[in-house]
């Protein structure tokens, strides 16, 4: 069973950046698609950026592009999301997700809290 734990969450201004990591157990990690879904209150969990296996290509929200970079070092095990101009409604809790085959997510953390005051 793959473990993913998330750091790198915490409490900001509108404006600020904070990057988020997520480290993988195992050894297959190289072969996972991975991916960020946030969950605000009240609202249900939405994607917001992946790195496809192999090719390395990324898709992000429309929300976060331009904003928002994810972005992988195999041999660390960890994939990470540097978050730049964070708004209000960037708040909410991060998960990171990995895909063995690159379709559904298989593994999940547990998430960090981002909160951004305005």
């Known amino acids: 069973q793959v473990q993913l734990v998330e750091s790198g969450g915490g409490l900001v201004q509108s404006g600020a950046s904070l990057s988020l990591s997520c480290v993988a157990s195992g050894r297959a990690f190289s072969t996972y698609t991975m991916g960020w879904f946030r969950q605000a209150p009240g609202k249900e969990r939405e994607f917001v950026a992946a790195?496809?296996?192999?090719?390395?290509?990324?898709d992000y929200a429309n929300s976060v592009k331009g904003r928002f970079t994810i972005s992988r070092d195999n041999t660390k095990n960890t994939v990470y999301l540097q978050m730049n101009s964070l708004k209000p409604e960037d708040t909410a809790v991060y998960y990171c997700a990995g895909s063995r085959f690159g379709t559904t997510y298989d593994y999940w953390g547990q998430g960090t809290q981002v909160t951004v005051s305005s």
């Open positions: 790195m496809r296996r192999f090719s390395g290509g990324t």
